[in-house]
């Protein structure tokens, strides 16, 4: 018994903090990165759902995080809000911040 926690202390020693805190899926393979845009909340819809219209005037379909749902952050019509969205489906996204 002692043994397997030294083994399991030490192998776990082995790893580097960088390489943890990097962004891999199970499989080994590096994430695709977010886009980070910023909008204003244009409509509030069902089932914690908004329309964000973005900068360049178009249009979003954005749910908020789930910090924000824990911590009960109220959006209204006209804030300002910061999104993360894919590169794979630019029509969707989530809400990450809620911007003064």
Do not use: Q
């Given at each position: 018994?002692?043994?397997?926690?030294s083994?399991?202390?030490?192998?776990f020693?082995?790893?580097?903090?960088?390489?943890?805190?990097?962004?891999?899926?199970?499989?080994?393979?590096?994430?695709?990165?977010?886009?980070?845009?910023?909008?204003?909340v244009?409509?509030?819809?069902?089932?914690?759902?908004f329309r964000?219209?973005?900068?360049?005037?178009?249009?979003?379909?954005?749910?908020?995080?789930?910090?924000?749902?824990k911590?009960?952050?109220?959006?209204?019509?006209?804030?300002?809000?910061?999104?993360d969205?894919?590169?794979y489906?630019?029509n969707?996204?989530?809400?990450?911040?809620?911007?003064?």
């Amino acid at each position: 018994m002692i043994l397997r926690r030294s083994f399991a202390a030490s192998s776990f020693g082995l790893w580097d903090a960088a390489f943890l805190s990097r962004p891999f899926t199970k499989k080994g393979k590096l994430k695709e990165e977010h886009i980070e845009v910023e909008g204003v909340v244009a409509a509030v819809l069902a089932g914690t759902m908004f329309r964000v219209e973005l900068e360049n005037k178009h249009t979003v379909l954005a749910t908020i995080c789930g910090k924000m749902r824990k911590r009960w952050v109220r959006l209204t019509i006209g804030d300002r809000v910061k999104m993360d969205m894919s590169p794979y489906d630019l029509n969707k996204g989530r809400i990450t911040w809620r911007l003064r």
